[in-house]
T-cell receptor, first 113, second 112 residues
């Protein structure tokens, strides 16, 4: 049973470009969470989604960031008009139901030039 | 004040020693407590998941939760160089819902 998959593993963007990060949860998991780890900082919650629904987006920056988890396909975290401060590791986690453990993917490391 | 406090270390121990890690938290509504291990440039790996106060043991790992003191611990017995990593505590529950709130992590170095 494959774990949480994220791609790309590394992404380089110039300021002003768009970044799209993809997350495929573990098989049988319908709950997806996105976290961000800034350099020398801890993991911070961004958004929690179930299929086709955003459950909690209290950690998402108000502008430029959006997330979706469509009925078919991976969850997408989208960052428009990236700035240098967006450079970080972005991790996706999934769980089978809300109250159980969250399992993390390997992360996408975004570098904004 | 951060919701979850964790000493950043580094914590250096000789191989075979017991590693003792802890976190304190301020939100009494937290109900679920986790420990993750993160190697450099990798994703967090779940080690322990506990719900209630008390002890939980899994192999070389023991997790303790004391809700009355808002204090959780992780003990690693017979430590190995491969245990060298950053250990993150995380918790959730109450009004925070299912989002995890993490401590800053403790860097552990096990010397051969």
């Amino acid at each position: 049973n494959a774990g949480v998959m994220q791609n790309p593993r590394h992404l380089v963007r110039r300021r002003g470009q768009e970044a799209r990060l993809r997350c495929s949860p573990m098989k049988g998991h319908s709950h997806v969470y996105w976290y961000r780890q800034l350099p020398e900082e801890g993991l911070k919650f961004m958004v929690y989604l179930q299929k086709e629904n955003i459950i909690d987006e209290s950690g998402m920056p108000k502008e430029r960031f959006s997330a979706e988890f469509p009925k078919e396909g991976p969850s997408i975290l989208r960052i428009q008009q990236v700035v240098r401060g967006d450079s970080a590791a972005y991790f996706c986690a999934s769980s089978p139901v809300a109250d159980l453990e969250q399992f993390f993917g390997p992360g996408t490391r975004l570098t904004v030039l | 004040q951060k919701e979850v406090e964790q000493d950043p270390g580094p914590l250096s121990v000789p191989e075979g020693a017991i590693v003792s890690l802890n976190c304190t938290y301020s939100n009494s509504a937290f109900q679920y407590f986790m420990w993750y291990r993160q190697y450099s440039r990798k994703g967090p790996e779940l080690l322990m998941y506990t719900y209630s106060s008390g002890n939980k043991e899994d192999g070389r790992f023991t997790a303790q939760v004391d809700k009355s003191s808002k204090y959780i611990s992780l003990f690693i017995r017979d430590s190995q160089p491969s245990d060298s990593a950053t250990y993150l505590c995380a918790m959730k529950g109450g009004a925070a819902g299912n989002k995890l709130t993490f401590g800053g992590g403790t860097r552990v170095l096990v010397k051969p």
